[in-house]
């Protein structure tokens, strides 16, 4: 089933208009009308016909609306109550496919919320984005619960997820989105879908679990970028040294601690983490 054979529904921005709504500043919101562009979104993650969805920050309830077409079962979370009564509305109009939480999304655990296999897809406000997207990156059990994760961010972030060794963008969000995930910038949006629009242009990051190395302890390995990138400018000799063994093991595996964290390939820091775990290379 790709369309809920429902009531038909006005379109959103009258919706949004009738209920008297406007985005919050404070809130990180952008609002997207475009219905061809949000059924898009939707369908990167693929079929999801029967499918669980967690959708974080879904405000009016646009990118709702496609992925409920869709077929998805959506589980909504939601701290502006202003836009609970529009989503209320989508609950009835959808056979209520659509549970919606009101409440904080760092607070929230999707996994227990879920009970199962579910996909994450979500226009992040910007303002807790990056906080949430380690958080799912960060899990000890792999693959993770969550099947695939298709988030909106301000382009810079997501170029930043991608980005290969060695260039300006490349840092620790690179290294935890892919060391044992499968990432790509899939769509970009211009600032002038949205509104209000913001400053700068946006894109979707797909991300699919991969394979997970071996011997490699994730907390570890978080902690040891949360090190060497939060003093980019410094020598990992430097950057590493309040970590204890970490310099000693950079010679140990070949790395020169003299190198700059940006330099360190992913493969490396997967490498130091296990090594540094206690584990053999």
Not at 87 to 102: P, Q, Y
Not at 254 to 262: H, M
Request: charged share 20%; glycine share 10%; with cysteine.
């Amino acid at each position: 089933m790709t369309q809920d054979p429902s009531r038909p529904l006005p379109p959103l921005r009258e919706t949004v208009r009738a209920h008297g709504l406007s985005a919050s500043k404070a809130l990180g919101q952008n609002f997207l009308f475009d219905e061809q562009l949000l059924d898009r979104i939707a369908a990167l993650p693929g079929d999801l016909a029967g499918a669980t969805v967690f959708e974080v920050g879904p405000g009016p309830g646009g990118l709702t609306r496609a992925l409920l077409r869709a077929g998805a079962r959506v589980i909504a979370v939601e701290r502006d109550a202003r836009c609970l009564p529009l989503l209320g509305e989508l609950s009835a109009a959808f056979d209520g496919r659509l549970t919606v939480i009101s409440d904080d999304a760092m607070a929230i655990d999707a996994d227990a919320l879920a009970g199962g296999p579910y996909h994450i897809v979500a226009n992040l406000p910007y303002n807790v984005g990056t906080a949430l997207f380690t958080r799912w990156l960060e899990p000890p059990a792999w693959p993770p619960l969550w099947r695939s994760l298709t988030l909106m961010f301000q382009l810079e972030v997501a170029e930043r997820i991608v980005a290969p060794v060695g260039t300006g963008a490349y840092g620790r969000l690179a290294v935890l989105a892919q060391w044992r995930s499968n990432a790509r910038i899939a769509m970009k949006v211009h600032r002038s879908a949205f509104t209000p629009p913001p400053k700068v242009m946006s894109a979707i990051v797909h991300l699919t679990p991969g394979d997970q190395p071996e011997g490699v302890d994730p907390a570890l390995l978080s902690k040891l970028t949360e090190k060497g990138f939060g003093q980019r400018r410094k020598m990992l000799r430097q950057s590493l040294k309040g970590l204890p063994g970490a310099v000693e093991m950079l010679e140990r595996i070949g790395i020169d601690p003299t190198r700059r964290a940006e330099t360190v390939s992913v493969a490396e820091w997967v490498t130091l983490a296990r090594v540094l775990g206690g584990q053999s290379t």
